[in-house]
């Protein structure tokens, strides 16, 4: 992977945390629908909702995440040599695209307690 003293590496570093923090923002919502869709039923799946207090400290990493990531690949590189990721637009071009790629992913995880009722 990259390496984490790197700029594109403290990126790539930034945008898996959001993702991992989402996923557990949106735990106590999402395991409980994906156990009944898949048949697993059961009263110890109501302990999964132990992580509702939580929540909102996961929501608040996850959009500081973003943020970061974010500010990182639309700012101005204060310099860039030529042989570098950043003087290519194409290289930029394709992380900016997984960036909102992983930005809509954490969305809907994000979001996913309030169309939940629509799958159940």
Request: glycine share 6%.
């Amino acid at each position: 992977m990259n390496d984490p003293t790197t700029a594109t590496g403290r990126t790539t570093w930034a945008q898996i945390g959001a993702v991992l923090a989402a996923v557990g923002a949106s735990l106590c919502c999402v395991a409980p629908v994906l156990l009944i869709s898949i048949g697993v039923g059961g009263a110890w799946m109501s302990s999964l909702t132990a992580l509702e207090p939580y929540r909102p400290i996961f929501v608040v990493i996850t959009l500081a995440l973003l943020i970061f990531v974010g500010w990182r690949l639309y700012r101005r590189e204060p310099s860039c040599d030529s042989d570098t990721a950043c003087a290519r637009p194409a290289v930029k071009r394709s992380q900016r695209l997984i960036f909102w790629l992983f930005a809509l992913l954490v969305t809907a995880l994000l979001t996913f307690p309030w169309y939940a009722p629509a799958f159940l």
